[in-house]
């Protein structure tokens, strides 16, 4: 199977990303935060990521990575004007 390549700090860099959320999927965990990506050797992957982060809220190593939304809606909104941030159903 023909998988894309792996995505590394240069290329979220180069999408305007300054942090990346690092999610615990621990059960019952559900910690989060946001990873400063402009420190890190712009070659990293983010399997290297994955792999080197550590819970700190209860120390598992069982991670995952994804587009920081906060700091991704912040900027489309300083961009733009526009605030795309979902509103509660009625
Ligand atoms: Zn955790």
């Known amino acids: 199977m023909n998988r894309p390549p ?4 240069a290329d979220w860099i180069a999408e305007g990303e300054t942090t990346i959320a690092v999610f ?5 965990c ?8 402009t420190r890190l050797p712009p070659e990293t992957k983010r399997s290297q990521i994955i792999r080197r982060a550590r819970c700190t ?3 598992s190593r069982e991670v995952k990575l994804m587009r920081d939304m906060d ?12 605030d795309p941030t979902p509103r509660p159903a009625r």
């Open 6 to 9: 792996e995505r590394a700090v």
């Open 57 to 59: 809220a209860c120390g």
């Open 24 to 28: 615990c999927i621990a059960k019952g």
């Open 71 to 82: 700091a991704h809606y912040r900027r489309m909104l300083e961009e733009r004007g526009f």
């Open 30 to 37: 559900g910690h989060h935060a946001a990873v400063d990506i």
